[in-house]
């Protein structure tokens, strides 16, 4: 039996970590339930990743119609907020989660500026017991993470990094106040999402960007802009019929592939491109179905691209600086809101820091390997994050038998779904797990579905007078190995990415972290697993 220094406070059916779209749905819909459940969220406000990542630029890259709760949420908030913009930028998204929060009165269930340290499961009395940074104790039958995949900062170990003399931050801890830029040299690392979103921004009132990249990533263009009045209407009116349809296609997105790319001939293909690439938006990655797996395939894709890049980057150096060489789709494509043109700007610069390397940083400077310096007032480190494992491992996790969870996913994340991990009952990990399909689909749409995935099997376990249960390793086993089928079966693994780890051995692809076989297709697993439909988890 487990036991804590300081005493518990309080008792809930359920804890939930992270104010996020995940934290905040199951939250509200526990309490539906008539389940008791508090939320810890570290931040001071709601919103998850929209409260953290308020750098210059941040907006959405679904379209804001179905980047947000939906009629399962709520029935009557899915048909109330108009969205201003084609994709919602990071203050209106903020707005939208505060206005979520007071609607619902959901705040009186959640712990602003509250950090967990450590949840430890005790098998006899079939309980977790939460501390918190803060120092408080609790107890809950279910503990749910639904702390992101992308929400441990990954801040390069530069040397002299913390010698800098200006502001200096990571993306995602962007200070609330802003910055002004004007008349500032600014040096931004990284050229993922956040990088390519933040150069254009801050290029219009900075004195000077240099944008320092690595390995270029590959963009589509986004094509923002504010909504008609009537459209926001014609979409509220059918926005039942838009999500149900989604919720059916390998994105979650409502729309779904033509075809194969090689099936097509060359000039519909590229009529398929063209069309895709003036609408704008993530329909260009469900174009064709075989591009993800066919390196012919993917090559179309690429020679688009590529060509692209060419007419809209003037100076050929740095259209070669920007081009991407990993083939399309193994890294999560960002959309772009003018980086390409920005790249035109005077004051704009590209530097190569994969042939020449940040050697260190100086109190005023970045320099490379061959010594060439950089000067910076300030710098902006748009370097991703430690994905899926890193807020995971950042707390105690202990599950029976005192059994951490770093220590059981040593060599690898196990998990079935990337749900729940055997040894730790009752820990639902939303949208959070290894090997789930968040980088293909659509946020809310899976958030949404694991979560109900969740809820149902915790008022099966109530109703049948069950007090825990856990996937058996067999389970784990049989999901991972299907998992590897199909990620091993696309070119994934050929890159290296926030979704994808080294290799275990010289022989073996790299490992791929999430689920690339579909919405639709996991949800399937899910439901072949769904409570008491099965006997891949032991019940107690
Ligand atoms: P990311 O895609 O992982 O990109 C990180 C960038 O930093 C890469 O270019 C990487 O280079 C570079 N980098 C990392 N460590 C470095 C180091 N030590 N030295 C130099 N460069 C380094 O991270 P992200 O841009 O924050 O985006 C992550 C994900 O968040 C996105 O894929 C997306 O899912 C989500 N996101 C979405 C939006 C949106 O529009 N809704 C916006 C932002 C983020 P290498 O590629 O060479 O490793």
């Given at each position: ?416 779904l990337g ?15 290894p090997y789930n399909p968040a980088p293909f689909t ?37 999901f991972?190995?299907l998992h590897?089928?199909i990620a ?24 791929v972290m999430s689920w690339a076989g579909g919405f639709?297709e996991y949800?399937?697993l ?15």
């Open positions: 039996m487990t036991t804590t220094s300081h005493s518990v406070e309080a008792d809930y059916d359920a804890i939930v970590i992270g104010a996020g779209f995940s934290g905040l749905y199951i939250l509200k819909r526990l309490r539906d339930l008539g389940l008791s459940a508090r939320l810890y969220e570290a931040g001071s406000g709601v919103g998850g990743a929209w409260y953290w990542n308020r750098y210059p630029g941040a907006r959405t890259d679904s379209d804001s119609m179905i980047y947000c709760f939906s009629e399962w949420f709520d029935e009557d908030l899915v048909r109330e907020w108009g969205w201003r913009e084609r994709y919602s930028s990071q203050p209106e998204l903020e707005r939208y989660f505060n206005w979520v929060a007071d609607r619902l009165d959901l705040r009186r269930d959640i712990d602003f500026d509250t950090r967990l340290r450590s949840a430890v499961y005790d098998e006899q009395a079939a309980l977790w017991t939460l501390t918190t940074e803060q120092g408080s104790v609790a107890t809950a039958r279910y503990f749910i993470p639904a702390v992101g995949a992308l929400s441990d900062p990954n801040v390069p170990d530069f040397p002299g990094l913390a010698d800098f003399q200006g502001p200096c931050h990571h993306s995602a801890q962007f200070p609330k106040d802003g910055i002004d830029f004007a008349g500032k040299r600014v040096a931004v690392i990284g050229n993922g999402a956040t990088g390519v979103q933040i150069v254009p921004e801050v290029a219009k009132t900075a004195d000077s960007v240099r944008h320092f990249i690595r390995n270029p990533c590959h963009l589509v263009p986004g094509r923002n802009h504010v909504l008609a009045e009537a459209d926001v209407e014609a979409t509220k009116e059918a926005i039942t019929e838009i999500l149900g349809y989604s919720r059916n296609t390998f994105g979650g997105f409502p729309y779904d592939f033509l075809g194969t790319a090689l099936d097509t001939s060359p000039a519909e293909r590229q009529a398929a491109y063209q069309k895709s690439w003036e609408q704008g938006g993530f329909t260009f990655l469900f174009l064709f179905a075989d591009v993800l797996a066919s390196r012919e395939a993917n090559d179309t894709t690429m020679d688009f691209l590529r060509e692209k890049i060419r007419t809209l980057v003037r100076d050929p150096a740095t259209a070669g600086l920007v081009t991407p060489t990993d083939p399309w789709l193994t890294k999560r494509p960002p959309l772009e809101h003018g980086y390409y043109s920005a790249l035109n700007r005077d004051n704009v610069h590209v530097v190569d820091i994969k042939a020449n390397p940040v050697d260190a940083v100086t109190s005023n400077a970045i320099r490379l390997a061959d010594g060439t310096e950089h000067e910076a007032d300030v710098i902006l480190l748009a370097t991703g994050f430690d994905s899926y494992t890193g807020s995971l491992s950042k707390i105690a996790i202990r599950g029976r038998d005192e059994l951490p969870l770093t220590a059981r996913w040593a060599d690898r994340p196990r998990n079935h749900l729940m991990s055997a040894k730790f009952p009752n820990m639902f990990m939303l949208y959070c797990g659509n946020g809310p749409t899976l958030i949404e579905q694991q979560a109900e995935w969740i809820l149902d099997w915790i008022q099966y376990l109530d109703a049948n007078g069950h007090v825990a249960m856990e996937p058996t390793e067999a389970a784990e086993e049989e991972f190995a590897s089928e091993n079966s696309t070119l994934i693994p050929e890159t290296s990415s926030w979704w994808t780890r080294a290799a275990a051995g010289a022989d073996e692809p790299r490992l639709p949800r399937r899910c439901d072949v697993n769904a409570a008491g439909k099965t006997d891949h988890f032991v019940l107690r």
